[in-house]
């Protein structure tokens, strides 16, 4: 006698199923194998669904087990810096899991929709890439960014950027899928249509990472010196170290330090309370230790300029030459909703007001830059990014493309997030977009787990979490003799999503013309 399975406990196993896998992949950059079969449970859930309004349910319930997990800091994130306590912090850090839930939901009915017309095995993987490329979330995140460890998975991002790969990873769920229901998939046009392209992708990859590893060795090297503080977070506006000043901080002492082991450019991340461009004592003693240093400097502090009666501020990242002079500056461009501005009621003051009240001094209310920046230092050149920039793949890849800058750097602080995995999943980031745009790239951290990230995707360095240090580096960078090239991608970033976007339209014609 067969017992029947409840239709819903069977749905619930796939969501927890996909949602949990995943997150692995998210959370874990080793079990990056996890990302090529997470979304098999959740497939195999479709199948059940007989609706549209179904299909969105089960998408949204996947969605938020998935996001509830992988995104599990967000309530850690609101505890530190609201002081609430856990079951207060999860129930707000609920809403924003159930926010970015309905990337799942609009997957579901997408690929519900066009699998009306037996084409599941293109359009899924369509709808994962368009959705999460562009979907708008406060942390934005690609499902490729967790294959950061899977080396010859990431060459060809170098022509269709982190977007190629989450099509690949989509393909790859929706063949295992299809042989699990027993679709006879194997021999379809379609589905060699399918392999080809998924062979050609690793293959490239192949060939690809042994071309990088040997130009590689044969690039010159610029010794980048990176500075560790591993400041704490704290609402109120923290002061110098024991035994440090506003003029003399704890970053100052750990560049002289890197500066004395022979560093030829020094990094600060991202912090909270230089004063640079508010207090013209710091700016003087900041000149002047840098200027007997003989090194540039790269920091990050708050700018602010007045324009009238505004007082507009700015995230500011600034470049001290080795005579002691303020090269250059970037204002950052992409700022975090909530904590730098506030979208749709920039100019309400009376609605900054009340989030101001509930944000305390997290929000910032910042203005955004107007324009990428080239830093020159020395031989080389950098092009600065601040924080999450990093995770936006064309917005960096069109920066590289008006600077061709022959370093990437990037500031960072973590600290608000205490001991999770968001540190990793931001270095993650950051490799790829060194693949994207076959760039070196700097992470710089405050509490830790920043590095170096090749070109070719390796990772010179991982910086211990709550170590104040200071770190050396080797970091290749191509010489004059090379050409500084731009990839496919850096030059045309759009390119694949626009062809996407098109096909995912006259895929879904053809299914209500087939319904």
Sequence with gaps: MTKHVSPWLTSAVAALGCASLSAASALFPKFYLLGWIAFVPFLLGLQRCHSAKQAY???????????GLSNYWMAEFIRLFKGYSLVHSISLASLYWLYCAQIFGIIAVLTHYGRRANAVLWVFPTVLALVFAFYPTLFPWQLGNAQSEFLVALQ???????????FMLGIVNVLVAQALIGRPVFFQRSALAAYALVAAWFVYGVFSLAYWDNALARWETYKVGLVQPDEPPTIDIPGPRPGFTLSYPLEMDLTEQL?????????????RNKQYYTRPFVKAAYLRQVSELATPLLFQSTEQEERGSQLRLFNTATLIDGSGNQAASYRKMKRIAMAEYLPLFSESEAVKGQVRQFLGAFFGDFSAGQEPQRFEVGDASITPFVCYEIIFPTFVAASVSATGGDILTVQSNNSWFGDTRVPYQHMAASVLRSVENRRPLVHVMNNGLGGVALPNGRILLRTP?????????????????????????????????TLLGLGLLLMLVRARRSA
């Design 57 to 67: 349910g089960f998408g949204l319930f996947t969605g938020l087990l998935a996001f």
């Design 156 to 166: 060809a991002i170098e022509i269709t950027g982190v977007s190629g790969l989450d």
């Design 259 to 271: 500066v004395s082991s022979g560093a030829d450019l020094v990094i600060w991340p991202e912090l």
């Design 465 to 497: 979490q709550h170590q104040i240090a200071g770190y050396l580096l080797d970091v290749p960078y191509r010489g004059h003799e090379e050409k500084r090239s731009l990839t496919f991608y850096s030059r045309f970033p759009h390119w694949l999503l």
